[in-house]
């Protein structure tokens, strides 16, 4: 951190300011601190625990790339909810035999069987791959990165809304209500209403909403006139995972969303009973928050100095809760690019390649939550359609298929590239210790894997000194490969086959890694 003194007066000048303490803002300022930047976080809310936090409110899947990504970092070892709780959207049918099936997830409400996946048909997942989905809560998982944020030396203030901000060439002034601070970038993970994004001048194009969605939590009278589970009518979808938790979908364009009316007891018992159409009684109301199915992104996540992650650069629906994923894959993808430009030490064009990157990735997701609502309106096509993906989806290729686009399995990067690897996530090899390559990204270091144990290999990775890892030795699968170069973020930008190409290799390392400083040469041999 700098300092910077003006008419004997100093102030420190941070190397990123993050609006917003979410898990989004949060796991930036960790990758930010572990690659040696000052990071400040302003968070508006004053107090970080909140009831829509709370279960089951706060439940959210965790897809395969933020499950890599969280233990690449060493932090998955500490969420805990997972392991003792089960997905409340999740629900067992009976098939032949009254065998129990496993509902793996859904798409617009159609669920896929845990049965009907076929992981073999997903080629770069090996046996010692961590799980495609896992279930946390927002609470818990805003804690830990919270921990994980202070002790890297994070700096978060609580109750300070960013209100107004003005950047040059060389940094960001921002202003909170009578209070500023200086940094020389400021990255908006400030939600759906950023205000990063605003004050920015981003656009923010899209489509907007065809519903008005509900969660509650409600004491009902005679729960009995209700059906349990997910139910679509002919006028909208209601749906309870346990007694007292209410999700509704109401076609209604948004309008009641949008008008920002309080939410009353009786109006949600007005929307339940029209579209379960029962006389079904509410007795309490003790919960209640309203949301849409607007999807809307920034035609760019970079103006000048300002950058956007998170909801700030994204929002649709939460269907198949892809919002929160999407968010951290941001931030995994941004925080060694930008440590990197810090430095001084990016390639030329690297942090440009964030929105490159990031935007195609959200377009993608935006376009998914967009299919799931086309296929549930209450009218005689969208049930036709409906239809048909019911069919699709329960065949095994239909199943494996949407498995893989709603964990996040496919998920790549067209870097180009002759290896069709390159592009996709490091698949966590095992070595014959039984160390695996996520263990050894704990520190957020790019990676020069040598299976052949290359001895020319080693002397060209010692030729750049502090700027590489170089890992040796033998895997129990290595999918056919000699050679992997590792980004940061755990994404291979060249591989090869065969005899490495010291040359090609030479490219790659300028391309993504040349001069990375805060990257430390450790010769691992295994």
């Known amino acids: 951190m700098e300092t910077l003194t003006n008419n004997n007066q100093s102030q420190s000048i941070y190397d990123v300011i993050i609006s917003g303490a979410g898990p989004v803002g949060l796991f930036l300022a960790c990758e930010l601190a572990l690659a040696k930047c000052s990071v400040l976080i302003l968070e508006k809310a004053e107090n970080p625990h909140s009831p829509l936090k709370q279960l089951p409110f706060g439940i959210r899947g965790l897809s395969a790339p933020t499950i890599e990504a969280l233990y690449r970092r060493g932090l998955l070892k500490e969420l805990e909810i997972h392991k003792r709780l089960k997905d409340p959207h999740k629900t067992s049918a009976l098939g032949q035999g009254s065998q129990p099936r496993r509902q793996g997830g859904h798409f617009a409400g159609i669920p896929f069987l845990d049965s009907n996946i076929d992981p073999s048909q997903w080629k770069y997942r090996l046996p010692s791959s961590t799980d495609t989905s896992l279930i946390s809560e927002i609470e818990e998982l805003e804690s830990v990165l919270s921990r994980r944020a202070e002790v890297l030396g994070v700096e978060i203030k609580r109750g300070l809304a960013i209100t107004d901000f003005h950047q040059t060439e060389d940094g960001v002034t921002v202003q909170s209500g009578d209070q500023s601070f200086k940094s020389k970038w400021l990255v908006g993970c400030d939600g759906s209403r950023s205000v ?14 065809e519903f008005t969605g509900y969660s509650a939590q409600v004491d009902i009278g005679d ?58 009684t509410i007795n309490a109301l ?11 992104q920034a035609t760019t996540y970079r103006n000048g100095r300002i950058l956007l992650a998170g909801d700030a650069a994204h929002i649709h629906s939460p269907l198949g809760g892809q919002g929160l994923n999407l968010g951290l894959g941001d931030a995994m993808n941004l925080g060694w690019k930008l440590a ?10 690297l942090l440009n390649s964030y929105h490159t990157e990031r935007h195609l990735i959200g377009a993608q997701v935006l376009d998914w939550s967009r299919a799931q609502v086309a296929i549930m309106r209450p009218d005689p096509h969208a049930r036709a359609l409906n239809a048909i993906v019911r069919d699709l989806m329960n065949t095994r290729d239909g199943a494996t298929y949407i498995a893989g686009r709603v964990w996040g399995v496919f998920m790549h990067y067209n870097l180009g590239g002759a290896h069709p690897l390159v592009g996709h996530s490091v698949p966590n090899f095992e070595f014959e210790d039984g160390t695996r390559i996520g263990e050894l990204m ?85």
């Open 223 to 280: 729960l009995e006139k209700l059906s349990p589970g997910r139910n679509v009518t002919p006028t909208g979808m209601y749906f309870q995972s346990q007694p007292g938790y209410l999700i509704m979908q109401d076609f209604d364009g948004g309008a009641f969303h949008n008008a920002e009316k309080p939410i009353t007891l009786e109006h949600v018992q007005e929307v339940l009973r029209r579209i379960s159409n029962t006389d079904v």
């Open 340 to 349: 990197a430009t810090i430095h001084n030490i990016a390639p030329s064009g």
């Open 196 to 209: 990063v994004r605003k004050v920015g001048g981003f656009e923010f194009a899209g489509t907007e909403p």
């Open 442 to 526: 704990h520190d957020g270091h790019g990676i020069l894997l040598d299976f052949d144990m290359n001895a020319s290999l080693k002397t060209l990775a010692s030729e750049y000194g502090d700027r590489m890892k170089y890992v040796s030795g033998r895997a129990k699968e290595q999918l056919g490969l000699s050679t992997v170069l590792i980004r940061p973020d755990g994404i291979i930008t060249w591989a090869s086959d065969s005899e490495p190409d010291e040359q090609s290799i030479r490219q790659a390392v300028a391309l993504w890694l040349a001069l990375s400083s805060f990257v430390t040469k450790i010769q691992i041999q295994l």
């Open 286 to 296: 003790h919960i209640v928050t309203t949301w849409t199915d607007r999807a809307r």
